[in-house]
């Protein structure tokens, strides 16, 4: 009872506000917020349908809208992207710098045109894709690299089954007994 006494009169808190038509008994800061005096009657809020976005494709949360560059062709696509990573940059194309030692000012180079990013593919095996950060190869390493990562737990699982040694403990256990032999004998008598 003696804070809410000490807060309605202490300037820090606030002060008391006498209005006897809505605000009896209320504390409020002195920082411009609020209504002060008698107040308006407000006008009724307007009805207003909420804005149903039909999204075909699943989302990250249900009712978000999925940024424009994610059109839900790659997989596991599920529109999240909040700091724009998978936004489609444009790049500019810089002149050599003048990286002379013995020069007394270097001069930066300048800049060239902004740089289009191509998504052909070349023929050649050892380098398919024009640009390096591009989103096509992006989704093509996102591929291999899920791939060799389900096959390593496939391959820690296996071990921890055959073996009985869990992957995290692998180190700590000698397995001198256990050969190619030993695992390919349990198998064909599975």
């Not at 050599?96 to 023929?123: C, F, H, M, W, Y």
């Not at 996102?142 to 391959?155: D, N």
């Not at 995290?168 to 198998?187: E, M, N």
Request: glycine fraction near 10%; charge should be positive.
């Amino acid at each position: 009872m003696a804070t809410v006494a000490a807060a309605s009169v202490s300037h820090f808190f606030g002060t008391r506000i006498e209005n006897r038509i809505k605000l009896q008994g209320r504390v409020q800061a002195r920082f411009g917020f609020g209504p002060f005096g008698p107040q308006k009657a407000s006008p009724p809020p307007k009805k207003s349908t909420p804005k149903l976005q039909q999204v075909d494709r699943p989302v990250w949360f249900p009712g978000a809208t999925p940024p424009e560059w994610l059109d839900g062709t790659m997989v596991g696509d599920r529109g999240f992207d909040p700091f724009g990573l998978g936004k489609p940059a444009e790049y500019l194309q810089f002149d050599l710098d003048s990286l002379d030692q013995n020069l007394a000012k270097n001069v930066a180079g300048e800049i060239i045109g902004v740089r289009a990013e191509s998504t052909d593919l070349k023929p050649t095996p050892f380098q398919p894709y024009t640009e390096v950060f591009g989103l096509q190869r992006f989704r093509e390493c996102e591929l291999i690299h899920g791939r060799w990562a389900m096959l390593g737990v496939l391959g820690a699982i296996a071990v921890e089954a055959f073996t009985g040694v869990a992957w995290q403990d692998a180190g700590k256990v000698r397995t001198w007994s256990i050969t190619y032999f030993h695992i390919r004998h349990h198998l064909y008598y599975i």
